[in-house]
């Protein structure tokens, strides 16, 4: 199984954190972001590792080099991360995503658990991760679901049907990695694609029937967006083991 970590973004909202470096570098009690989400990933086993990187490109490569040279983890760059959203990062990284995938969002920490379950779900084209609370706001990514299969995703889904939200991420398997593809390159050759997020391809499979869902309910998760967020996460990974990524990646098998 690979991972792609789409990580292109400054995280504008993440100022003053993030003046002169990117929303991924930021450390979360002592570890940056990227390097907590390589760490899960690799403590699952997952060790083909792929970081769509733009803003600040160089300084998320000279934190990462001695494991770049390992070859397991590599950089793919986005030179349209200024001007895009997400979607454009998952067009430069397709080809990385003609197999079976666990896709990222930059910003979505996550203990391993979360990844474990993930990988143990139901054998589905694309399966969404999601969780569920009291209450959503605009800027959460809902998800409308029935049973275990998803019908809706986006942000401004009707309130009285949400029942669930993203937490930016998801698995493809089988035939998911060739739709997704696919519909990637379907919508490339619209001008409105380059200001809108993967998930809204996601939300059109959905309505085909090709997407499930896995809830992680009760599994430590966190999406940082603003300065609330990055407290909040700093107190939910608050004493939990920061293993070097380096020391991590010596220890698997490559």
Partial sequence: MKAVILSAGQGKRLLPHTADKPKCTVPVNGQSIVEWQIQELLHVG????????GFGADKV???LANHIDSGSIRTIYNPFYAM?????SC?????EMMEDVVLINGDTLFESAVIEGLLSAPSSPITLVTD???HYDADDMKVIVRGAQLDRVGKTLPLDLVNGESIG???????GPQLFCAAIENRIRKPEALKQWYLSLIDELAQQGHVSTFSIQGRIWAEIDNPSDLAQAETLFKGRPTLSTAATISHSKM
């Fill in 169 to 175: 991420m998801m698995r493809f398997q089988n035939s």
């Fill in 91 to 95: 067009w430069v990284a397709r080809h």
């Fill in 84 to 88: 895009a959203d997400n979607l454009i």
């Fill in 46 to 53: 997952i060790d083909s590792i792929r970081i769509v990187v």
């Fill in 132 to 134: 569920q609370k009291s």
């Fill in 61 to 63: 490569e000279a934190l």
